[in-house]
């Protein structure tokens, strides 16, 4: 089956998205273009390459292309200079050359450390992104945000470098736990709510056919997705205006992902449905949308397994005024204050500079005391 394509526009460096059920299976002729000899490095984590690498190797070799891959553990842990170090010198040893091809095969994190490691090695090798998970189908395979984290914080070491190709299969999907899946689809409705109010009501129409892998929404919610990002980072590469809509809830988020220490306790998605619905809350506190926002957000991320509150984090938070210590190590803080992604309705955010502590710090406090909804 054709694939459906979105494209990314940067002048020189332009690429495809494909999309499609089955892409896995026809990998050598989706990648030849791209490869200057029948030779690619595959970085990939143990779980994925126990669900798709013989595959991927197989189809490879059918195609007459060599491979060597490199399989790390799996978690945001491995986002570590001791992985990047392992990595390049891995590529290194497996005689990858500036002109050769690297893939990512994985999630968010493969993703973000394959890439960082090709802008770096030999100063610049070229990189596929095949996601493997929802959230990084959505979100992070496109755009060419790479990196690690620090344990100052997440993502502060990085690079941007856009891949030649993103390949999305959506069959790789069926392999992946609801709660990655759940986590993915955080993602999903934030593009709905940073300025595409007609895709979040069509998200509250299907968010349970999408849980459920019902393959034409799952596929509609992931080109649209794709489409906002491709519209977005083609305008604001490197993040000098626009493309920080993208990180509505993820100042919050990153917070509570550094106080859970960057691991299974809060997974990214999580972080950011939780940090969406305090996005919505503050806005409210603040008088830019109307009272309730918030709550029609948590339910409808409630809708699909997530959390969204501070409550439902099964880990004992440090208290407000530490949480909003953590946040200063965002990337968007500027001149030593907070940066926030705020709606003034569904569909409609803007950014937020120099926002006052004194008033996150209340927020803060107050959302603290408050509880969650009831589970669904
Ligand atoms: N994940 C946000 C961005 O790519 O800008």
């Known amino acids: 089956m054709t694939p459906d394509v979105v494209r990314v526009d940067f002048a020189g460096r332009s690429y495809d998205i494909k999309i499609g059920e089955g892409l896995l299976e026809g990998v050598a002729s989706h990648i030849a273009p791209f490869i200057n000899r029948k030779f ?30 490199i399989i790390l553990p799996a978690g945001e842990a491995t986002k ?159 993040e000098t205006g626009e493309r920080a809509l993208l990180n509505l809830g993820h100042t919050f988020g990153h917070a509570l992902e550094a106080a859970t220490g960057y691991s299974d306790t809060l997974l990214h998605g999580e972080a950011v449905a939780i940090g969406m619905v305090q996005a919505f809350g503050f806005s409210e506190m603040l008088g830019h949308c109307e009272q309730g926002l918030s709550r029609k957000v948590a339910q409808h991320l409630r809708r699909a397994g997530l959390p969204t509150h501070v409550s439902d984090i099964a880990a004992k938070l440090p208290a407000p005024a530490a949480l909003l210590k953590l946040m200063y190590q965002d990337k968007k803080a500027e001149g030593g204050k907070l940066t926030f992604i705020l709606a003034s309705a569904i569909g409609k955010t803007f950014i937020a500079k120099g926002v006052e502590e004194a008033g996150v710090l209340a927020f803060l406090e107050q959302d603290a005391v408050k509880t969650g909804l009831a589970k669904p």
């Open 40 to 69: 690619v490095a595959i970085v990939t984590d143990q779980n994925v390459a126990a669900a798709h690498l013989k595959t991927l190797q197989n189809t490879l070799q059918d195609g007459g292309i060599a491979s060597k891959a």
């Open 80 to 238: 570590s200079y001791g992985h990047f170090a392992e990595v390049c010198d891995g590529l290194l040893n497996a005689g990858v050359e500036r002109k050769d091809s690297m893939i990512a095969l994985g999630g968010g994190v493969i993703g973000d450390l394959t890439g960082f490691a090709a802008a770096t090695l030999r100063r610049g090798v070229n990189f596929i992104q095949i996601p493997t998970s929802l959230l990084a189908q959505v979100d992070s395979s496109v755009g060419g945000k790479t990196g690690i984290n620090s344990k100052l914080g997440k993502n502060l070491i990085g690079a941007f470098h856009q891949p030649r190709l993103v390949l999305i299969d959506l069959a790789v999907l069926n392999t992946l736990p609801q709660r990655q899946r759940a986590a993915g689809y955080a993602e999903v409705v934030k593009y709905g709510l940073l300025g595409h109010e007609e895709f979040y009501d069509w998200l509250d129409d299907n968010v349970t056919a999408i849980m459920a892998g019902d393959v034409a929404a799952t596929k509609h919610a992931v080109k649209t997705s794709c489409q906002m990002k491709a519209r977005i980072v083609a305008l604001d590469e490197t």
